[in-house]
């Protein structure tokens, strides 16, 4: 996929300078078919995207976005359809669940009485709903972070083709 990738060992200019610009400036080389590149073609002159870099970092941007939002791992889920996680509890918290757990839930297993008690605050505090919100904020958040390098790189063009200057 990647053509002409270097491990960073060769060719490497001394000095901090060098070392900041290798980190930004990265290039990659993608092999394409004709038709793939027929494709890109048409995108950029249909007026979308003003070269063929420009678009191929803008779906490169979307498939790294979309992967990161999918890649959150899932715990394994028991023969009850359960997801067992660990907690941190103080001592006294613990005993307390414990006392709890004991005298006011029949005697019912620790990890019982907790999920009970965590199911009970949870519909009470609506964590379902607030966990939802916030993950649409942090999407919208990389959305905007997104638009904004575009735009930084549209700029960065301009400057490079005269247009504008700072």
Do not use: Q, W
Not at 18 to 33: G, M, T, Y
């Amino acid at each position: 996929m990647f053509d002409n990738a270097r491990d960073g060992k060769e060719d490497r200019a001394s000095g901090p300078e060098a070392s900041r610009r290798d980190r930004e400036e990265a290039r990659i080389a993608l092999r394409c078919s004709l038709a793939e590149l027929r494709l890109v073609d048409s995108f950029v002159g249909s007026g979308g995207y003003a070269t063929r870099s420009e678009l191929l970092r803008a779906a490169l941007h979307a498939f790294l976005r979309s992967r990161a939002m999918s890649s959150t791992p899932t715990p394994p889920v028991d023969a009850d359809g359960l997801v067992e996680v660990a907690i941190r509890l103080t001592p006294e918290e613990c005993a307390a669940a414990e006392a709890y757990a004991r005298h006011m839930a029949n005697r019912m297993e620790l990890r019982d009485a907790l999920a009970l008690v965590f199911r009970y605050g949870e519909e009470k505090l609506e964590v379902g709903r607030h966990a939802l919100r916030s993950r649409e904020r942090i999407r919208e958040a990389a959305e905007a972070r997104a638009r904004v390098g575009d735009l930084s790189e549209s700029g960065r063009d301009l400057e490079r083709k005269g247009v504008v200057g700072r």
